[in-house]
């Protein structure tokens, strides 16, 4: 099942942000996989969208960063997926490797702090997020 649908279908059941930003590396990992076997199948036409995808997933989580705090950690993790976005532009597979290794540790950040963000979206100190405008991103 993509990863997308299941977090979709538990959307009323109390997903939270931390959630929702999970699916959107799950789904971007996932095309990026696909991406890759295409290219190493020497199949660009079936790369070309998937790659695409990714790049828009990529595009989603860049635009929740607030920059305007001037954060160290958010200025990191917007140059991150900047060098995301700009390898993803291109059909070359060490480069897409490495974003595959990039958004695969980012998503382990997140999946390692998720216990955290839960707690402190379910006690009101984060507001909750609006779920269907980032689950379409995935879609």
Known sequence: MIPSNAYRKQQNTGWTRIDLVLALFDGAIERLDRALEALKAGDS???WPLQGRVQTIVMQLMA???LDVGDPNSIN???LYEF???YLAQQDIPKLESVRRVLDTLREGFRAIRDEAVNLERTGAVPPADSTRLLETVG
């Open 45 to 47: 036409a079936t790369a």
């Open 64 to 66: 929740g960063i607030n």
């Open 77 to 79: 993790l917007m140059r």
């Open 84 to 86: 995301c976005t700009h």
